[in-house]
């Protein structure tokens, strides 16, 4: 005689609990996918100012449950040409403007990279939505001697934006020298009320060329900025082959 197993009751719920889960993934990657589609045809018909930015909002907000989603590359040129790579933190939009922005050691090495060059290259990939954005531009650099004071206002917000743990980093010693022993359980305080220290540096990228492919529907799209005729900025775009 064949015995046929016998499910609980607690084991049917948590099967249909599964389902239920299921079933949710299912219609957030549909409600991702009908945004994305929107995103795409917009960023083709060049409806929208900055074209590409949706497609980066639309994919930070399918990837947020995932930590790493706010993490990308930032690559650059050496003073001796060859290309310096390192990951860094999104720190929003400046302004709600296209550029990018990204809170930094002044002392570190990429700073006299882009004093000596100023183009750089972000490289972003969502493992979720399997999508890549490559973002090249300009870098204007924001450190405690900017003679703006507008920019200086800038700086002064985003420091206090930050964590208490982010800025006590700006207190270390200098990064890429030769470590020197010290004590590690000596402790290292600031007044979470003082301003930013003159380690603390905003870089704001600016973008001309994005590069976007999405592995999932196998699409790429390039855009490319111009000054129009008034001298704002002005985005193409066109599909090519991923």
């Not at 994305?36 to 590409?52: S, Y």
């Not at 979720?128 to 004071?149: H, K, L, M, V, Y």
């Amino acid at each position: 005689m064949i015995c046929c197993p016998v499910f609980s009751e607690r084991e049917r719920e948590r099967e249909r609990e599964r389902e239920r889960e299921r079933e949710r993934e299912r219609e957030r990657e549909r409600r991702h996918n009908h945004r994305r589609q929107a995103a795409l045809q917009k960023a083709i018909m060049g409806t929208v100012k900055a074209p590409w930015k949706q497609l980066l909002l639309d994919a930070l907000q399918a990837n947020s449950h995932l930590k790493h989603s706010s993490f990308f590359q930032l690559a650059t040129i050496g003073c001796n040409g060859r290309p310096s790579n390192r990951t860094v933190v999104f720190r929003g939009f400046h302004e709600d403007s296209d550029k990018i922005q990204i809170n930094t050691d002044y002392r570190s090495h990429k700073i006299e990279e882009l004093k000596h060059c100023p183009f750089a290259e972000i490289c972003w990939y969502f493992t979720d939505s399997w999508e890549q954005f490559r973002i090249n531009g300009a870098i204007d650099i924001i450190d405690g001697s900017n003679p703006d004071p507008i920019k200086l206002q800038q700086r002064e917000k985003s420091w206090f934006s930050s964590s208490l743990k982010s800025r006590l980093q700006y207190l270390g010693p200098n990064p890429g020298l030769p470590s020197i022993d010290e004590d590690p359980t000596k402790e290292t305080f600031l007044d979470n009320s003082s301003g930013p220290v003159n380690a603390f540096c905003v870089l704001i990228l600016d973008p001309d060329q994005v590069d976007y492919l999405n592995l999932k529907s196998n699409q790429r799209l390039s855009f490319a900025s111009r000054q129009g005729v008034s001298g704002e900025k002005c985005w193409t775009s066109g599909r090519i082959n991923p």
